[in-house]
């Protein structure tokens, strides 16, 4: 089970989620209260190890607006919104996780590949119909997002299967402000429900 922990703008609570045991860290340099610049989150992340993935969370953005993402953050991995692929120049050693939203035809997910399911609008905190994300797992690998907390991502797990699952606003005690308790509450959580598998 890959565990996200997005929105990240400090190095207390990158820290937080990498002893919690997160397995990838995402940040915003899309329009949002949690956005950093590309430098902010390199300076945030420099001791972090390279066995977890730095995932870059964008939305629509030109080419020039990821290749200052790439040059100074130096992401693993590109997130976006599926149909913004086709016009980005992703180098090979980028991972690319396309984003597919409630409501839309999720298309092109290769077997295995990763992909992301969440709400019609990032960063609200709305959950999706676990009935129908359970569905769209069986396409590849997905990892669930929108609303999920400690307290519901246990079912969630148990009820859509996913590869992995995805929290922002759900670790925060305020918007954009995260927690390093409500990180570790979640992660413990999300781990418990899979050794319940």
């Not at 797990?157 to 390093?180: L, Q």
Request: hydrophobic share 45%; aromatic share 6%.
């Amino acid at each position: 089970m890959l565990v996200k922990i997005c929105g990240l703008s400090t190095r207390a609570h990158v820290q937080a989620a990498v002893a919690a045991g997160a397995d990838a860290i995402g940040f915003v340099f899309a329009e949002s209260v949690r956005r950093v610049t590309p430098e902010h989150a390199a300076a945030i992340t420099n001791t972090v190890p390279v066995t977890i993935k730095k995932v870059a969370v964008m939305l629509h953005p030109s080419n020039d607006e990821w290749r200052q993402v790439l040059a100074g953050f130096g992401p693993d991995v590109l997130q976006t919104d599926a149909d913004d692929f086709g016009s980005l120049d992703v180098p090979g050693d980028v991972e690319c996780w396309p984003v597919f939203r409630q409501g839309n035809k999720v298309t092109d997910t290769k077997t295995g590949a990763v992909f992301l399911y969440e709400g019609a609008k990032s960063g609200r905190g709305e959950t999706v119909d676990w009935a129908e994300a359970g569905r769209v797992a069986r396409r590849g690998s997905m990892i669930l997002a929108g609303g999920l907390d400690a307290s519901n991502v246990a079912a969630a797990i148990r009820t859509v299967r996913p590869y992995g699952v995805d929290v922002s606003s759900g670790v925060e005690s305020a918007p954009g402000k995260k927690s390093a308790a409500m990180i570790q509450e979640f992660i413990k959580a999300a781990r418990a429900a899979e050794n319940d598998q």
